[in-house]
């Protein structure tokens, strides 16, 4: 039986149309964190012309490849194992990066590691979009991210909504500068940014 998140239907249409916009010159992408699989093959259904790589810790390869097999997609690679601190990175250099709903649920040791490792494989010219709730000048956007907030600090002290400005930061460091900040429903954004040439 597939592995199956509600909120990856609810989310995948206004993501996708993001990602029309923001990969229309990509051809390689590293999702980080596939999760279920349901995005990667919602995704690279829908934007052929991508050659979209899925990764995840170890544990989550299983649902990942049940989705992948079921969609049978030429387009759509087998999970790549990937802990952003414990595993090594791809040695291939993508031209975009996705990743979905990650950098609160990690500790921010490991938001640290994930920009470090965007900058090894990320291609000049090439794109990052990180999609999720962010807090801006250390502010919630709303209530409800409030709310999720404290229950993410419950579940781990060491996870939580983070900055954006500590975000745009670590993005700087690794050689990339904010091309979009997209509003997105149920006070989410995607943050995109471009690795300079």
Not at 24 to 50: D, K, M
Not at 89 to 105: K, L, Y
Not at 170 to 183: E, I
């Amino acid at each position: 039986m597939k592995p199956y998140a509600e909120s990856c239907d609810q989310n995948r249409d206004p993501i996708l149309a993001v990602l029309r916009e923001e990969f229309t010159a990509c051809r390689t992408i590293l999702e980080i964190g596939s999760g279920t699989g349901q995005h990667a093959v919602y995704f690279a259904r829908h934007l052929p012309h991508l050659d979209w790589q899925t990764s995840d810790c170890r544990e989550y390869h299983t649902g990942i490849l049940a989705w992948l097999e079921e969609a049978g997609l030429p387009n759509v690679r087998p999970p790549l194992a990937l802990d952003v601190r414990r595993n090594a990175w791809p040695t291939q250099e993508f031209d975009g990066v996705f990743s979905a709903n990650t950098v609160h649920i990690m500790g921010w040791e490991e938001v640290e590691a994930m920009f470090a490792g965007i900058d090894r494989i990320l291609a000049a010219r090439g794109r990052f979009c990180l999609y999720g709730p962010f807090n801006y000048q250390g502010r919630y956007t709303s209530d409800s991210n409030e709310r999720f907030d404290q229950w993410l600090k419950a579940r781990d002290p060491r996870s939580g909504i983070r900055n954006f400005e500590d975000l745009d930061a670590l993005a700087r460091a690794a050689g990339m500068r904010l091309l979009q900040d997209h509003a997105m429903p149920a006070n989410n954004r995607t943050l995109v940014w471009e690795k300079d040439g």
